[in-house]
C-alpha cells in the first residue's frame, strides 16, 4: 500500500483548467427532459426536435445539454484559459479531435472553440472549451438577505423567500440556478485511481481531501469483506479524492470533480452526479420542497439525499433523480480555497475523522438517504422497473449508439 493519501504527482499537466463548464446528456424524450430542467430552475436555450440545452444566471451561454438518444450520460467539458491550451490537448491526448469551432445551436449561443476525446479509463466522452460568451441573466428575485443573531441585515422587511407569504403556497416552485458547480463519478476500484492519476495528468487537478482505507491488523470485521476485498486488489488505500483546478492564488471551488471508488460491482464507470450552485439555504429548501410536491403530484422525480450539509466542501445540498435516474444537486455555500490548500488526508477507518453519518455535518442518516444513493443511476428506485434496453443503456459506456452525437461535437 501506498504511504500518501494522493497519488503521484504529476510534474507539468498538459493544460490548467480553469473550471467546468457544461454536462452532456442524452434521453429518448426531450418532453420530460424539458419539464425537469425548468422544474429543476435552469434557463431552456434553445429546443428543438434533436436536442434541449439549457443555462443558468452566470455569463456563459449553457451547462446542461440533452441530446434525443438513448438514455444515457455522455460526459462533460472543462474550460480552459486560452487557445495554445485547446492545441496542448489536441496534439498530446489520444484519440483527440483537432481544435475546431462550436458548431450548430451551441455555437450559435455562445462561439468559443473546443476539442474533444473519450477518455480510455471511464469511456467518459471529455470536452475543453475556450472562447464562449454569453450575457449574464438578471435573477428574477433579490438576494436573500438574513438576520443573525445580533446583526441585522434586514431590518423592517419582512422576509418573503419565495413570493409565497401571501397566499401561502405549499409549492414555493424552482430556485434559479447560477451556475454548474462540481461533476462526481463512480468508477470501478483501481481504475479510479488511474482516472484521478489522468485528471492531474492531463488538467493540472490539485487535490483537495483524499480519503485513505488503512485496515488495520485484526479490523477486517468491521468493514464490509467486499469493500476490503475490492480496496486490498488495487494495491494502493487511496479511496477517492475531491480534486480542484490549480488556480494559483485565485480561488476557486473546493471541488470540481470527485472520483469515487465504484462499490456495487456495476463494472463500468458511471455519472454519480452533477452539483447547480443556488444562491442560499433558502433556495436549496425552495427545491426540496418543489420536487416534493412535483413528485407528489406523480412526476417521475426520486429524493436521492438531502437536506444536509457535507464536511468536505461545507456545501448546503439536496440530490435528486431526474426522469432516467441521473442525479442533479442544488447547492449553496461551498468552500473556496487557492492553491495553498491541502492536500488533506481523511482516514476512513478513523470515526473522529469521517463520523458515522456519510460525511453530514448535519442532515439524513445515511438509512434515511445516503452516499449509496450516488452510486448512479442503478441506485433510482424506479430503475428495476425500466425496460431492459433502457437499463442496459444508462449503465454502458459504449457509445457506438450515439455516434451521430458524438461526431456532431
Not at 216 to 222: I, L, M, W
Request: with cysteine.
Amino acid at each position: 500500500m501506498t504511504d500518501t493519501a494522493t497519488l503521484p504527482e504529476t510534474a507539468a499537466p498538459i493544460v490548467k483548467a480553469a473550471d467546468i463548464a457544461y454536462i452532456r446528456l442524452s434521453a429518448p424524450d426531450l418532453d420530460a427532459m424539458e419539464t425537469f430542467v425548468n422544474d429543476f430552475g435552469l434557463v431552456v436555450a434553445h429546443r428543438d426536435d434533436d436536442v434541449l440545452i439549457s443555462r443558468g444566471l452566470e455569463p456563459m451561454p449553457f451547462l446542461h445539454v440533452v441530446h434525443r438518444g438513448p438514455a444515457k450520460f455522455i460526459g462533460w467539458a472543462f474550460n480552459v484559459d486560452t487557445p495554445d491550451d485547446l492545441a496542448a490537448l489536441a496534439s498530446a491526448v489520444p484519440g483527440c479531435s483537432p481544435v475546431h469551432d462550436i458548431g450548430g445551436a451551441e455555437g450559435q449561443l455562445g462561439g468559443g472553440k473546443r476539442v474533444h476525446f473519450v477518455e480510455p479509463i471511464t469511456g467518459f466522452l471529455l470536452e475543453a472549451v475556450h472562447g464562449q460568451h454569453a450575457e449574464p441573466l438578471a435573477p428574477r428575485r433579490d438576494r436573500i438577505t438574513y438576520n443573525h443573531a445580533g446583526v441585522d441585515e434586514r431590518a423592517g422587511v419582512e422576509q418573503d423567500v419565495a413570493g409565497n407569504r401571501y397566499p401561502i403556497k405549499k409549492d414555493p416552485g424552482p430556485p434559479e440556478v447560477y451556475r454548474l458547480g462540481h461533476v462526481v463519478t463512480a468508477v470501478p476500484p483501481g481504475a479510479h485511481q488511474a482516472f484521478m492519476q489522468f485528471l492531474s495528468d492531463t488538467f493540472g487537478m490539485l487535490v483537495s481531501d483524499a480519503a485513505r482505507m488503512i485496515i488495520p491488523p485484526g479490523a477486517e470485521e468491521h468493514f464490509p469483506p467486499p469493500l476490503v476485498e475490492l480496496i486490498k486488489a488495487t494495491g494502493s488505500d487511496v479511496m477517492f479524492q475531491f480534486m480542484r483546478m490549480d488556480r494559483g492564488a485565485a480561488l476557486t471551488d473546493h471541488h470540481s470533480i470527485l472520483v469515487l471508488p465504484l462499490m456495487d460491482g456495476t463494472p463500468e464507470a458511471q455519472f454519480s452526479h452533477a452539483a447547480f450552485e443556488v444562491f442560499s439555504m433558502d433556495d436549496v429548501f425552495r427545491g426540496h420542497m418543489h420536487f416534493r410536491e412535483r413528485a407528489a403530484d406523480g412526476s417521475p422525480y426520486n429524493l436521492a439525499w438531502g437536506i444536509g450539509r457535507h464536511v468536505y466542501g461545507s456545501q448546503v445540498y439536496d440530490y435528486w433523480h431526474d426522469p432516467y435516474g441521473h442525479v442533479h444537486e442544488h447547492m449553496c455555500d461551498g468552500d473556496r480555497v487557492d492553491a495553498s490548500y491541502g492536500p488533506n488526508t481523511i482516514d476512513m477507518t478513523d470515526p473522529g475523522q469521517f463520523g458515522d453519518n456519510g460525511g453530514n455535518q448535519w442532515g439524513p442518516t445515511v438509512e434515511e438517504s445516503g452516499v449509496h444513493n450516488l452510486n448512479g443511476p442503478q441506485c433510482d428506485p424506479t430503475f428495476a422497473d425500466r425496460p431492459d434496453d433502457v437499463r442496459a443503456s444508462l449503465l454502458s459506456r459504449d457509445l457506438s449508439e450515439i455516434q451521430r452525437i458524438v461526431e456532431g461535437i
